[in-house]
């Protein structure tokens, strides 16, 4: 484990304090729970979907070279 130091607001402590001692855990348990809980439920932010999204870009070949121009074209001829 790595040690580290924060800094709470006061009604944040008590809180926390309040919840470790009806589970009868130290307030670090309760804390770490709380960042493990943050770090599964996180949604990842703009910048990294479009990082994902950027990587199938290009990665592709739909055999046809007008395909961004001719697109409704081609759905036609093939829903028909």
């Not at 484990?1 to 009604?11: A, D, F």
């Not at 960042?35 to 994902?52: F, H, I, M, N, W």
């Amino acid at each position: 484990m790595v040690r580290t130091q924060i800094q709470l607001e006061e009604e944040q402590y008590k809180k926390i304090k309040e919840l470790a001692n009806q589970q009868q855990v130290s307030i670090a348990s309760v804390i770490r729970r709380a960042v493990d809980q943050l770090l599964v439920t996180r949604k990842p932010g703009r910048a990294s979907l479009y990082k994902e999204a950027l990587k199938s870009a290009g990665k592709y070949s739909a055999g046809q070279p007008d395909i961004a121009t001719e697109h409704d074209t081609y759905l036609d001829e093939a829903y028909q």
